[in-house]
């Protein structure tokens, strides 16, 4: 017998009666790994065990230090730590059995990956470590053997020569022994600085650069070499070509700067950065879209007020041009977000990832109106076109035209008679109308009762004297959807006067993919899998850069069970809309729903102060265990209006206390709306489990699902609430009912990705 085998054996009667030991797995510098049986929960695992003559007090330190700071991080792509302890004078931890490889293995098998895969696991990795920060802790040895992909996942492992923050214990000598060659970051080599989060984003710069090109960026022969050209050298460029190319080389390049203070400021602003070069689409001809930010346009009247004139000229260009498919063209929320900036040109379009700006004036003197504007290319500063219009009021979507029409010809875009035509249309009647237009938009994400009504109210005037206008109907169909949404109301008077809006629109302009838009977002918490299909035909249709159908086709197709259909219409919308609220809003659900709370508390912090903030924010909290934290958030709460989600918030701060009682009473408030709101129901059914109210959880679950909520993944792996339920045969048959819904949608979401892709 081996010493190996002798081992084993000792080993497998030290744990009898907590795992029976089966095989080697591998082994590293100081551990091996054994594939053993968990006895008591009848499932697979794999054991880490210090093997003997590796039991220096170094060695002894550095596996502690691991299985210290494994148990702290609660991540759904940082592999996680079952059970650790000691037995026959070895060390061991217990984590899961992955179902997959190592990203090593599939590199040497594969080379290089396709930009979507590679950009795919980066930002992936990209989040876990960004959530290890968080909590203080700086992994080191960021490498392709330490990245593993288990059932579609990436997951981070071995963290055992990370750093903690507040502890100034070096566990080994020598820093360059601390990390990888290949990968490692010059701070870690000089040991001039206690390395931080920007030394794992230059590891990860290292592997993305190696999933691309199949190599490393320095692919020395020696670990001599490699480390001196970590020190020295500049990286290669990337050589891919096409649309994501560059952008995808100017991020390597960012995060493999020398000096980290020249990379991302973290590793969120990283993944955030690769998903938005990854997010743009060709244009039809096959060349890639040109990025470009109409920024709000200047007031130059006397008159304060005459402000909406220039915001109303903005938001109707940036409507035009996003009509055409060779233009990638960001929202009007977050243009309007760099009104009054101090930022450079260059600055504003490094942000947005886009090479060109368009930027004017309007001065308005009684009925007199003066326009100029000028585009110009931010990375010469060259000014490409300019031009000034006069003219009285009436004349401004005359000069919203000319003005979208140049663009097009300085950018050399060949439009189609279908984007000429498209330009042309007269959407509003007048410039009144436009004025009252403007206002609604911003009662639409004031998460408030009053604005909306009365955006209603004054639309509903435009309307009846002007006549019907397909912007005017879409609108209001909007503004009233919220006001169900937010809770203001449950009357069905909203949703008849929705479908009336909608029968108007489609006699207006018989076909319009507006009328599928308006039906899907409207109907999306009744029945979210008919909703998501009306959002496809209207993106099939041509609205292809509109936020709120972005938004709110992403959320959607996570709730019905295809989160990577969700992530990429998600990408598209943070490629024109990374400020606004409908990306925080589906950054939020994309995030919360794959178990990343505390990536989904951040997404709720940059909404506007509201109830519905509040409540978002103390819900994502209590899903990453920090209750006191919740609860403080809860605290939060402005005061006024605030319809449902205060009855939410009463909800769940009652439920964090545990005053059953309360719960039981407030929870018949939120029962009217969550009838027919499968969040809502998933809301009731997270609270009543939290306060051990096994019956009421499963009811309202099951009801989610019902009305076609299909989350399996998240009610059996992500969910922290529903622990106490996953033995129950009810809950489990919950789950399958889920996943049946999810099988039967996946074929058409995964043509719809590869449509987008």
């Known amino acids: 017998m081996t010493d190996s085998q002798h081992h084993t054996q000792r080993l497998d009667a030290a744990l009898a009666g907590r795992y029976k030991i089966e095989r080697k797995l591998g082994e590293g510098g100081m551990a091996s790994v054994y594939l053993a049986e968990d006895v008591k929960h009848e499932r697979m695992v794999a054991v880490k065990v210090v093997r003997p003559g590796t039991m220096s007090s170094e060695g002894l330190g550095r596996f502690r230090a691991e299985i210290r700071t494994t148990a702290t991080l609660n991540h759904p792509n940082i592999l996680p730590l079952f059970d650790s302890g000691e037995v026959d004078g070895s060390l061991f931890y217990v984590m899961p059995v992955i179902a997959g490889e190592s990203l090593r293995q599939r590199l040497d098998r594969e080379g290089a990956l396709s930009s979507l895969e590679a950009g795919r696991i980066a930002t992936a990795a990209a989040r876990a470590l960004a959530y290890a920060h968080d909590q203080g802790v700086v992994h080191r040895d960021v490498k392709p ?94 050589t891919g070509s096409g649309p994501q190319g560059a952008a995808l080389d100017a991020i390597v390049r960012r995060a493999l700067a020398k000096d980290p203070d020249a990379r991302f400021p973290s590793m969120t602003a990283f993944a955030g950065a690769v998903e938005a070069a990854l997010a743009p689409a060709p244009a039809p001809d096959g060349a890639p879209r040109r990025g470009l930010v109409v920024l709000p346009f200047t007031n130059m009247s006397p008159d304060p007020d005459d402000a909406y004139f220039s915001d109303g000229l903005t938001e109707e260009v940036i409507a035009d041009l996003s009509r055409i498919r060779g233009l990638r063209v960001i929202s009007r929320t977050t243009a309007m977000q760099y009104r009054a900036t101090s930022l450079r040109l260059s600055q504003i379009a490094e942000e947005l990832n886009v090479r060109f700006a368009l930027e004017g004036g309007v001065r308005k003197a009684g009925s007199r109106l003066r326009v100029s504007a000028q585009l110009i290319d931010t990375r010469s500063e060259q000014h490409l076109w300019s031009e000034k219009y006069d003219g009285v009021v009436d004349d401004i979507f005359e000069i919203q035209d000319r003005v979208s029409s140049a663009i097009a010809d300085a950018l050399s875009i060949v439009l189609t008679p279908e984007e000429k035509q498209a330009i042309q ?64 109301s449950s009357d069905p008077v909203h949703l008849q006067a929705i479908d009336d809006y909608v029968r108007r629109m489609e006699a207006l302009e018989p076909g319009t993919p507006w009328a599928a838009a308006m039906t899907g977002i409207t109907r999306l918490f009744r029945d979210p899998e008919r909703s998501v299909l009306n959002l496809l035909e209207a993106w099939h249709g041509g609205i292809r850069d509109d936020p709120d159908v972005l938004g709110w086709l992403a959320a959607g197709c996570v709730w019905i069970g295809h989160a990577e259909a969700g992530e ?81 918030v009463d909800l769940l701060r009652a439920a964090l206390e545990h005053r059953v009682d309360v719960v039981s009473a407030v929870a018949n408030e939120l029962a009217p709306f969550a009838t027919n709101d499968f969040v809502d129901a998933m809301f009731l059914g997270d609270v009543f489990a939290m306060v051990g109210d096994r019956a009421m959880a499963l009811r309202w679950l099951r009801h989610a699902v019902e009305m076609g909520c299909f989350l399996p993944d998240f009610f059996v792996r992500y969910n922290p609430f529903l622990a106490g339920l996953r033995d129950d045969p009810e809950f489990q048959s919950i789950v399958e009912q889920a996943r049946r819904g999810a099988v039967r949608v996946r074929p058409q979401m995964d043509r719809t990705v590869a449509e987008i892709e």
């Open 145 to 238: 053997s330490n990245l593993l992909l288990h059932v579609g996942e990436t997951m981070v492992a071995d963290f055992g020569i990370s750093l903690v923050r507040g502890s100034d214990q070096r566990l080994t000598a020598t820093g360059y022994s601390l990390g990888t060659p290949h990968y490692i970051s010059p701070e870690q080599i000089e040991e001039t600085r206690d390395p931080d989060g920007r030394s794992d984003q230059y590891s990860l710069g290292c592997v993305l650069f190696e999933m691309l090109e199949g190599h490393p960026p320095f692919p020395k022969r020696s670990a001599h070499a490699a480390l001196a050209a970590h020190m020295t050298q500049s990286p290669p460029h990337l």
């Open 425 to 488: 249309d007269r959407r509003l009647p007048d410039a009144e109308a436009l004025r009252l237009y403007m206002e609604a938009r911003h009662a639409v994400w004031s998460w408030s009762e009053g604005p909306l009504m009365g955006a209603i109210a004054e639309l509903e005037h435009v309307l009846a004297e002007q006549g019907d206008h397909l912007q005017l109907l879409r609108g209001l169909a909007y503004l009233r959807w919220q006001v169900l949404n937010m809770g203001f």
């Open 568 to 648: 990429r219409f998600a990408a598209e919308l943070v490629a024109i809309d990374p400020q606004g609220d409908s990306a925080i809003v589906a950054g939020n659900v994309l995030a919360f729903y794959r178990g990343r709370f505390a990536d989904a508390s951040e997404f709720a912090r940059k909404l506007s102060d509201s109830w519905f903030k509040v409540v978002l924010l103390g819900w994502c909290e209590a899903a990453a265990g920090n209750e006191r934290a919740a609860l403080s958030a809860l605290d939060g709460a402005p005061a006024g209006e605030g319809g449902q989600a205060r009855v939410m």
